[in-house]
């Protein structure tokens, strides 16, 4: 069909006035599984410390004489350990003119960008504490940096090259640790899961949480048998944030979570009640020295993990990504 003689259009107005959606669309993911599950505590220094202790193995030679005298067992003092605080910011500079401008989406630029960069902060805290990151004391030219979760973990692992090259620490984890070699890079399977596992409990700490990436969730989900290990979270679920499925494992169920800002070569298995962030300085935000017409802000946190006792939690590393 022909367009009418002389029909005047909207190709030929002008003055047509724009339709610009007043929502704008981000669906850049904001969940934040381990900081949202394993809970904080403020911290007075930039190196915060704790302590951790053990039992003795129990003995079945415990058996004396009747009226016999007592000889004192040796008495360990218990494990000083540290971790330092990081600082995190996000900045950003506007212009006098865009915050005065009438803008769509949004009526203050400074504000959008404080609630954008508050959640941008949020994910790199995520990256970091789930990451191998090891303590950086830091100093004048060098920024400190906190030992992440990985890097405590040397009791209850499996690791493609076993134990070569591991991490090993007194106080804190400052050395990294050995990728394995490319022909031992394994797929994470139910056999490495039930072995951390077992390692976990063994150690005493209490089978609760698997956070595995994306990759390693859905390879979870195709274990043998899962039909009949899986079951509905339940009420049990609202105590762990973003939990998945539920693992019925010999020693208790596990509940899967997976973290799209994890390292996609290893699960962890935690029990977030040994785990926390300490938090020097919460998060907050500044105006910076202004630049002419231009007005500079940052969002600042100051934060550092602390791993309650590592042997309360288990790693499987080296494991496929894809």
């Known amino acids: 069909m022909a367009i009418a003689t002389n029909a005047f259009s909207t ?4 003055g047509i006035r724009e339709d610009l959606s007043n929502t704008i669309f ?4 904001v ?4 900081l949202s599950n394993i809970g904080k505590r403020p911290v007075k220094a930039v190196q915060f410390d704790w302590q951790t202790d053990s039992l003795a193995a129990a003995s079945t030679t415990n058996a004396i004489l009747e009226g016999g005298d007592s000889t004192a067992d040796v008495t360990n003092p218990t494990t000083r350990v540290a971790n330092v605080t990081q600082i995190s910011e996000k900045p950003w500079t506007i ?3 865009l915050e005065a401008v009438d803008k769509a989406g949004r009526k203050s630029e400074m504000a959008y960008q404080m609630a954008k960069k508050g959640k941008e902060l949020k994910r790199d805290m995520e990256a970091t504490i789930t990451s191998s990151q090891v303590a950086v004391t830091g100093g004048s030219t060098t920024a400190r940096k906190t030992a992440a979760f990985d890097s405590w973990l040397v009791t209850n692992t499996d690791n493609g090259n076993g134990a070569t090259g591991d991490y090993a620490y007194t106080a804190t984890p400052i050395t990294a640790r050995t990728v394995a070699t490319a022909g031992n890079i394994r797929a994470f399977s139910e056999n490495i899961l039930k072995n951390i596992i077992k390692k976990q409990w063994t150690s005493g700490g209490q089978t609760k949480l698997l956070m595995v990436g994306p990759v390693n969730k859905q390879r979870t989900s195709g274990f043998t048998g899962i039909a009949e290990i899986r079951k509905d979270a339940g ?5 762990i944030v973003g939990a998945a499925d539920i693992y019925v494992s010999d020693f208790g169920d596990v509940e899967v ?12 298995l935690m029990d977030p009640d040994y785990a926390k962030l300490g938090v020097l300085r919460p998060f907050f935000t500044e105006e910076l020295a202004k630049s002419g017409d231009a007005s500079k802000y940052h969002i600042l946190t100051e934060y550092g993990l ?3 006792n590592e042997a309360a939690h288990a790693v499987a590393r080296d494991l496929q990504t894809t």
């Open 235 to 239: 009420k049990g679920q609202a105590t």
């Open 257 to 268: 979570v997976p973290n799209r800002f994890m390292p996609e070569d290893r699960a962890y």
């Open 11 to 14: 190709y030929a107005a002008k």
């Open 26 to 29: 981000n669906i850049s993911p």
């Open 95 to 97: 212009t006098g003119t």
């Open 31 to 34: 969940e934040t599984p381990m």
């Open 306 to 308: 602390q791993v309650d």
